[in-house]
Nanobody, 118 residues
Framework: VQLVESGGGLVQPGGSLRLSCAAS????????INWVRQAPGKGPEWVSC???????????YYADSVKGRFTISRTNVKKTVYLQMNNLKFEDRAVYYC?????????WGQGTQVTVAS
């Protein structure tokens, strides 16, 4: 199992970024993929989930802190989950990880840094 995030960077408040999570090593369409972030000095915070296509038709779920600003999507053909982040705020600064629960184990990618600064 491998998860590889990309797309982070430096952006001004109000700006946008699109993160990608490329997955391999499992049947992608059958599993929920989550985005989790960790800000400096804080614990992990769940951000969003793209549910398995065979569970609830592929639903999207969001933390209240990002609802209306972030959009999660997935393409099963490319085995990739995206997180479109709009109207970024200072408090969105964090390392963003995609995460998967698979056969009793939790897998995380290496993370991608998002910095929001003026």
């Amino acid at each position: 199992v491998q998860l590889v995030e990309s797309g982070g960077g430096l952006v001004q408040p109000g700006g946008s970024l699109r993160l990608s999570c490329a997955a391999s090593g499992f049947t992608f369409g059958n599993y929920d993929i989550n985005w989790v972030r960790q800000a400096p000095g804080k614990g992990p915070e769940w951000v969003s989930c793209s549910s398995a296509s065979n569970r609830d038709g592929g639903g999207a779920y969001y933390a209240d802190s990002v609802k209306g600003r972030f959009t999660i999507s997935r393409t099963n053909v490319k085995k990739t989950v995206y997180l479109q982040m709009n109207n970024l705020k200072f408090e969105d600064r964090a390392v963003y990880y995609c995460a998967l629960g698979y056969k009793g184990e939790r897998y995380w990618g290496q993370g991608t840094q998002v910095t929001v600064a003026s």
